[in-house]
Structures are given as structure tokens and as C-alpha cells.
């Protein structure tokens, strides 16, 4: 083995064994409020060539309820991101630079990491400390580029929920007098630093963290933005539908999620910037026939008589309050994009 690379793994290996250290600890000490870790970012790592991505990764072996047999991950089922990756196959290209919230064990990153060509311009987010090891040990066997954050992204800083371990990890604002375990924090303008430019890709899958995020920084330079609905009782979706049409997003894809077959599956939506000089995206059915994948395609439009409509039409009602909740007008987007200039 080259020295270069015999000491690019021993630091892959020291990095691993103190992470695993600082997670373990993570679940039994308490932090008050307002003392966070330092901030920690993983840059990334700078391999050469494509990644190794799911499912393609997996092999004969996929199994979609089954762990995935290249990844590691406490409770995994290696299907349960399908849909992500194929909506990260179908319209992210090497031109974008993308923001990952809720990176968990880094399947997706990888997706992102393989359809960005592995150009580093990917940030992923995970902020629960147990599956920190796994992340980065992921990303090291499958020559992933993307950038780890090990926290949160905005200027507030947050506390995790108690599901340590658990696929569907939380954070939330900190309740006062409380003893919380708080995460760290790092702000918009250091993850641009990092990656060279603004993020013109946003995927959001961190279970309802929507409401914390510092949407009125990151939505001016968003042309794109992937979103798992997965926290109905903990996020007004209508009312961020709203919010996202005020802004001149419009809802593109519309998908059931494939690998939950209950009565109320999560929900995943495409929302592109409407710019008349951009290219068409393939819709949720083209893709689904050209690849023979089994999505749960259904109409992006507000269907007649829904319940969803309904609940849109109030909160189109309360538009001005809306905007004003998240720091967002239609003269800071303008202004963001005139600052950000075209994206692809």
C-alpha cells in the first residue's frame, strides 16, 4: 500500500474510533441549553472516479427490506430511500451544488455524490451523533465526495429528540429551564464558503425539520428543492406549499412513497423554479417507464375537491402572515437570485 494512502486510511480509521467515543457519550450525557459542541465539519474526502452508489452498489444482494449489505446502519432497510434516489437520478446534474438535510447512514449522499460526479459540491447534514461512525464509513468505502456536517445547519442552535438511533431522529427548538442534549450549529454562509457558491439544490428528508431550517437564506439561490412529507402531525405541508408557489416554485413530481405500503404513506414532492429559459424536467411517470422503477406516481396539481386543496386555499388566505413567519418576501428571493445568477 502507498504511503499516501496508508495514511489517508489510518486517519479514516482515527477519525471512525473517535467518533464512536463522542457518540456513546452523546446518549448519556445531557447538555444544558446554550452549550453546544463545537461545530464539526467532514470536508470531503477528494476521491478520485465515480462513487459506488445504490442500489447499484448492492448488487444481486439488494433486497429493499433487508439491510443493505455494503452500508453500515443500525435498523437499515436498505429500500426505504428508493425514492430519493430516484428523484436524485432524474434531476440533479453534475452543474448543481446540492444541500442535504438528514444524511443519516449516506445512501442518498452517495446518490447525490454519483449524480453530482462525484464533484464534492454536495453538503450533508446529520446531526444524531449515534450514526456519525456508520456516515463516514460509508462514505469512505463507497468513494463518496460529499461534505459532513455533524449538527445543524442555521444560526439557532437545537436539541435532538430521544429516538437515539432510531431512523426517525429529531431535533427541535430547546424548551427553557430544560436540560437538553443540544447539537451543534453551523450557519449558511460557512457551508458556501466550503463548498464555492450558493446551493441550488435542497433535499430535505429530516423528519419534519423544515419548520427550523433558515429558509428565507436558503431559498433565493434554490432552483430545486426534493422534499420527504414524512411529519403530517408536525408540519403544516399546505401551508409550505403555499409558501412555495408564492415564491414562483411550482410542485413538479407528486409521488406515494414505494416502500410504505400503510394507508398514509409519506409523501415526496418535487418543486422546481419556474424560468421559462430552463429545461424541462422528465415528469414522475416518464422516468418511472423509463427505468421499469415502481414509483407511486400521482398528479402534481392540486386535485378538485381534495383535502389538500382545501387546506392550501386557507393558507393562501394567510399569506402575508406566512411570509412574514419565515422572513421570506418575493424582494428577497429576487434579490438572492439576481445576486446568485443563473443555475442549472
Same mark, same amino acid.
Given at each position: 500500500m502507498k504511503d499516501g494512502m496508508r495514511r489517508a486510511l489510518l486517519a479514516v480509521l482515527l477519525n471512525m474510533h473517535h467518533l464512536v467515543l463522542a457518540g456513546s457519550a452523546a446518549l448519556t450525557a445531557e447538555v444544558p441549553i446554550g452549550n453546544t459542541q463545537n461545530t464539526v465539519i467532514d470536508p470531503s474526502p477528494g476521491f478520485v472516479g465515480l462513487p459506488l452508489a445504490p442500489p447499484h452498489s448492492e448488487g444481486r444482494q439488494f433486497d429493499r427490506h433487508r439491510a443493505c449489505p455494503t452500508f453500515r446502519g443500525h435498523r437499515m432497510m436498505c429500500g426505504v430511500e428508493r425514492d430519493e434516489w430516484n428523484m436524485v437520478a432524474a434531476v440533479v446534474t453534475p452543474q448543481h451544488t446540492v444541500l442535504e438535510l438528514g444524511a443519516r447512514f449516506g445512501t442518498t449522499s452517495c446518490a447525490l455524490a454519483q449524480a453530482t460526479n462525484n464533484s464534492g459540491r454536495v453538503v450533508s447534514v446529520e446531526p444524531d451523533p449515534s450514526v456519525h461512525a456508520a456516515l463516514l464509513a460509508n462514505r469512505a468505502s463507497h468513494s463518496c465526495n460529499f461534505h459532513i456536517v455533524r449538527g445543524t445547519v442555521g444560526s439557532t442552535p437545537l436539541a435532538l429528540g430521544s429516538t437515539f438511533g432510531g431512523y426517525d431522529q429529531k431535533t427541535r427548538k430547546p424548551k427553557p429551564g430544560k436540560t437538553e442534549v443540544m447539537v451543534p450549529n453551523v450557519g449558511v454562509a460557512e457551508l458556501e464558503r466550503r463548498v464555492g457558491g450558493s446551493f441550488d439544490v435542497l433535499l430535505i428528508?429530516?423528519?419534519?425539520?423544515? @419548520?427550523?431550517?433558515? %429558509?428565507? +437564506?436558503?431559498? =433565493? #439561490?434554490?432552483?430545486?428543492?426534493?422534499?420527504? %412529507?414524512?411529519?403530517? @402531525?408536525? &408540519? @403544516?405541508?399546505?401551508?409550505?406549499?403555499?409558501?412555495?408557489?408564492?415564491?414562483?416554485?411550482?410542485?413538479?413530481? #407528486? %409521488?406515494?412513497?414505494?416502500?410504505?405500503?400503510? @394507508?398514509?404513506? =409519506?409523501?415526496?414532492?418535487?418543486?422546481?423554479?419556474?424560468? =421559462?429559459?430552463? =429545461?424541462?424536467? &422528465?415528469?414522475c411517470e416518464d422516468y418511472a417507464r423509463r427505468t421499469n422503477e415502481s414509483l407511486r406516481c400521482i398528479d402534481p396539481g392540486l386535485r378538485a375537491g381534495s383535502r389538500e386543496?382545501?387546506? &392550501? +386555499?386557507?393558507?393562501?388566505?394567510?399569506?402575508?402572515e406566512l411570509l412574514r413567519k419565515r422572513g421570506l418576501t418575493a424582494q428577497t428571493i429576487m434579490q438572492g437570485r439576481l445576486r446568485s445568477g443563473p443555475a442549472g
Open positions: 428528508d429530516c423528519e419534519g425539520c423544515i @419548520n427550523e431550517l433558515p %429558509m428565507d +437564506q436558503l431559498l =433565493p #439561490h434554490a432552483v430545486l428543492v426534493l422534499l420527504e %412529507m414524512d411529519s403530517p @402531525n408536525r &408540519v @403544516n405541508y399546505a401551508e409550505w406549499h403555499v409558501l412555495l408557489t408564492s415564491l414562483g416554485f411550482q410542485r413538479v413530481w #407528486h %409521488m406515494l412513497d414505494s416502500f410504505f405500503s400503510g @394507508n398514509q404513506p =409519506p409523501h415526496h414532492a418535487l418543486w422546481q423554479r419556474i424560468d =421559462p429559459a430552463r =429545461p424541462e424536467l &422528465v415528469s386543496k382545501s387546506r &392550501v +386555499q386557507r393558507g393562501h388566505r394567510r399569506l402575508p
